[in-house]
């Protein structure tokens, strides 16, 4: 069974468009984030939500918004795509405060924008 | 910052050697945490390491802590092909609910 599953796993899709990619985890965690990784690899933290409340926003642009309408679920929407966005996109979830607890993440979303 | 630094960047090695990847940071932590990624796919957990203790043994896999000196390595020892990924340290402060993480380790173990 799949613990962290997002949708779709392959999107390309021309500048301006608006996309939406959604995620799932049945692994019962109060906590959902979204990772972006770049080309060179590094995976940078975008959002985070526990219990559909939003705990960490890092620097990213307004056009990325997520949204959860209940513990399970963090999807993630995006306005006005830009070349730049292009990136997998990784969904993940843990229990609160990962201070003992492994963070299981989703295999992936390759958003390529044409 | 919180975020680990992988080195080397890229490492190959032969099938049945050992392969050891370091990673440095600059905050205190509570934990030290090491995943793996298989190319095309997600980040799977490898081993957490917590500040009180110095060494972990999973299987094939030796990670150590020095708080000291603000490191950790990962030690595969006998390594596969099927070892083939990036790997990466992601040091836990305890100050945020995150893990940061950096570039990887790239391993490239040839049959």
């Known amino acids: 069974d799949t613990a962290v599953s997002q949708t779709p796993k392959y999107l390309v899709t021309q500048m301006g468009n608006d996309k939406s990619i959604k995620c799932e985890q049945n692994?019962?965690?109060?906590?959902m984030y979204w990772y972006k990784q770049d080309s060179k690899k590094f995976l940078k933290i975008m959002f985070s939500?526990?219990?559909?409340?939003?705990?960490i926003n890092e620097t990213v642009p307004n056009r990325f918004s997520p949204k959860s309408p209940d513990k399970a679920h963090l999807n993630l929407h995006i306005n006005s795509l830009e070349l730049g966005d292009s990136a997998v996109y990784f969904c993940a979830s843990s229990h609160r405060v990962p201070s003992g607890n492994t963070i299981y993440f989703g295999e992936g979303s390759w958003l390529t924008v044409v | 910052s919180q975020q680990g630094e992988e080195d080397p960047q890229a490492l190959s090695i032969q099938e049945g050697e050992n392969a050891t990847m370091n990673c440095s940071y600059k905050?205190?932590?509570?934990?030290l945490q090491w995943y793996r990624q298989n190319s095309g796919r997600g980040l799977v957990h490898l081993i957490l390491i917590r500040s009180n203790e110095r060494e972990k043994h999973s299987g094939r896999l030796r990670v150590t802590l020095d708080t000291s000196k603000k490191s950790s390595s990962l030690l595969i020892t006998a390594s596969r092909a099927a070892d083939t990924a990036s790997y990466f340290c992601?040091?836990?402060?305890?100050?945020?609910?995150?893990?940061?993480f950096g570039t990887g380790t790239l391993l490239a173990v040839q049959p």
């Open positions: 905050t205190s932590i509570n934990n």
């Open positions: 992601a040091p836990y402060g305890g100050a945020t609910n995150k893990l940061i």
């Open positions: 939500y526990n219990n559909k409340e939003l705990i």
């Open positions: 692994l019962g965690h109060d906590t």
